[in-house]
Nanobody
Framework: EVQLVESGGGLVQAGGSLRLSCAASGFTFDSDDAIGWFRQAPGEEREGVLC????????YYKDSVKGRFTINRDAAKNTVYLQMNSLKPEDTAVYYC?????????????????WGQGTQVTVSS
């Protein structure tokens, strides 16, 4: 079965850090795949946070995470990571990774064809 498996979420105090993992299962990431991270807070729409692709490099969709969140790939582990530093309570959400089989990123979740189950990130004040 082709899927993405996220891990690394949890409860952290404001100012803390977490690293989320997005592992491919049943397939191998292609270097031209765009990998996006999205999040959804209770009662809110799912929103794009940032993305990595061969053509865009890293593309941020939330100004509020610039300078705090970074994304990188480890081809040997078939995994993409989201490093989140200086976390704030407003970062609390379920985080999802998604794959788009295209070499450009997209801010729109409907442009992605493979999703993970999500991992909860809770930041306490």
């Amino acid at each position: 079965e082709v899927q993405l498996v996220e891990s690394g979420g949890g409860l952290v105090q404001a100012g803390g850090s977490l690293r989320l993992s997005c592992a491919a299962s049943g397939f191998t990431f292609d270097s031209d795949d765009a990998i996006g991270w999205f999040r959804q807070a209770p009662g809110e729409e799912r929103e794009g946070v940032l993305c990595i692709s061969s053509q865009d490099g890293t593309k941020y969709y939330k100004d509020s995470v610039k300078g705090r969140f970074t994304i990188n790939r480890d081809a040997a582990k078939n995994t993409v990571y989201l490093q989140m530093n200086s976390l704030k309570p407003e970062d609390t959400a379920v985080y999802y990774c998604a794959r788009r089989t295209f070499y450009y990123c997209s801010e729109f979740w409907s442009s992605y064809d493979t999703w993970g189950q999500g991992t909860q990130v809770t930041v306490s004040s």
